[in-house]
């Protein structure tokens, strides 16, 4: 029993080790370092360019949740995360190069997968194929899976945040806290008065970018939308969005700062940090200019300058089956950001649910689908409800899930989704232990 898997991503690697523990062979195709992205550097697997936090662990949010889920079924990701942890609160953020080496280093060493590393123009016909090559597939085989569509891809826009040496950053300006008081000093931050504020604002809007090619239309993620567009927004929009200085104290004033610049520790040494938020089309000179403004960061040496790049995905609603599979041709399944989620946690959710969907269809077995009340089952439950006119990929969150049973008293917005997650992981376990039939 075989299946092949094209891509060595989050998606990629969960799938291969999900399908190779229960049995099958698997062999992983991926490109690096024959070829790499407009995005990725590092040959290892699993790379993490956006950014390195996994997001909340609190199951109060439904990211916390899709984590707490995966380690019930034995997720490959996560349990590298949790290997290769960094201090991020209540975040779960990993030294991005330990994480890549832990999860290559698995991978190649399970005797069921085979790597391959060349670069796949053309999907194979035959046999059980797991596509999870990411919003940045290679051209050649994007437009061999447009031509199986029938129609071509939608795509935004997905911006990378800057990344400076700490030692490079004024400590005696910076002070460390967390917004809230929520995981300690976790975090470094920059304070600005509301002058620096106004003119860190005034020079974004004025700043030259990386324009977009004449027939590419601006469709960016909301949810990672670059800096200076969200300048344009408004002058406020940045002050009540990434630079809020909520819960913060200036220990040199006594006062809250009119704005804060975050930065979040990249690797476990705390070398590296990265702009929370700053994510950006800014021309290199322009990033070096205007982040180089900000009080305390005048001296700030780049690591590596913030990006955009063109993420794709399919309308899911209209091409995908619950078990991940294509209408169009039953032996695909595609998983993973192309799959139309958006997310680290959520792409490696789906290429779990790819594996372990490959394992039973090879035994010719339906597999079990995940409760819509888990957040696994929101995430397929959305993919195929959604409205295809105008899809786009989600970030697994509690709107997407079933409301909550009459509750005798409104509930706020933490206990409604403490009891949902709750609910949760209570639906999830029939089907854990489901999943876990063919397990060796």
């Given amino acids: 029993m075989q299946v092949s898997v094209i891509g060595a991503g989050l998606a990629g690697c969960e799938a291969a080790w999900q399908a190779a523990r229960r049995g099958l ?27 390195n936090s996994l997001r909340s662990n609190e199951v109060a949010s439904a990211v916390g949740l899709l984590k707490q889920e995966m380690r019930r079924l034995g997720s490959l990701v996560i349990a590298a995360a949790d290997a290769c942890a960094v201090p991020a609160g209540k975040a779960l953020a990993v030294d991005r190069v330990a994480f890549g080496e832990h999860i290559t280093g698995v991978i190649e060493g399970h005797p069921r997968i085979r790597v391959v590393r060349e670069c796949v123009e053309r999907l194979p016909t035959e046999g059980r194929t797991i596509l ?16 199986l569509l029938g129609e071509p891809y939608l795509y935004f826009y997905d911006a990378l945040s800057p990344i400076v040496y700490a030692d490079s950053i004024d400590h005696e300006v910076a002070f460390r806290a967390s917004r809230y008081d929520a995981g300690g000093d ?29 027939f590419e239309a601006a469709l960016y993620f909301e949810g990672c939308l670059p800096i200076e567009e969200m300048a344009r927004r408004g002058r406020d929009t940045l002050a009540y969005g990434p630079m809020k200085p909520v819960g913060l104290t200036d220990p040199r004033t006594g ?28 021309r290199v000179g322009e ?30 609603p209209r091409h995908l089956r619950p078990d991940l599979t294509l209408a ?14 958006e997310g680290y946690v959520e792409s490696a959710a789906l290429g779990w649910l790819a594996g372990m969907n490959a394992a039973f269809a090879a035994r010719g077995e339906e597999p079990p689908l995940p409760p819509p009340q ?30 909550l049973e009459k509750t005798p008293h409104r509930l706020r917005r ?27």
């Fill in 255 to 282: 006062r809250r700062p009119h704005a804060v610049v975050q930065l979040r520790q990249e690797d476990k040494r705390g070398v590296l940090y990265s702009l929370v938020g700053f994510q950006t089309k800014l």
């Fill in 374 to 403: 888990t957040a696994h089952g929101a995430l397929i439950q959305y993919l195929m409800d959604a409205d295809e006119r105008r899809f786009q990929p989600m970030n697994v969150n509690y709107g997407l899930f079933p409301p």
């Fill in 414 to 440: 933490r206990e409604r989704n403490e009891r949902m997650a709750a609910r949760g992981l209570e639906a999830l376990e029939p089907f854990a232990r489901l999943a876990e039939a063919h397990l060796s």
């Fill in 132 to 147: 999870a090559t990411g919003p940045l597939t290679d051209a050649p085989l994007a437009a061999e899976l447009q031509s």
């Fill in 25 to 51: 062979d698997v062999s992983l195709y991926e490109m690096k370092p024959v070829r790499y992205s407009a995005a990725h550097s590092s040959p290892h697997f699993a790379e993490l360019v956006c950014s």
């Fill in 186 to 214: 976790d975090y470094l931050n920059l304070p600005l008065s509301a002058e620096a504020y106004t003119d860190f604002v005034e020079a974004l809007v004025a700043a030259e970018t990386v324009p977009l090619h004449e």
């Fill in 328 to 341: 169009a041709r039953p032996g695909l399944a595609v998983a993973g950001q192309i799959a139309g989620v």
């Fill in 287 to 316: 990033q070096r200019r205007i982040f180089r403004s900000l009080p305390g960061a005048e001296g700030a040496a780049f690591a590596r300058f913030g990006s955009v790049h063109r993420n794709t995905y399919l309308n899911a």
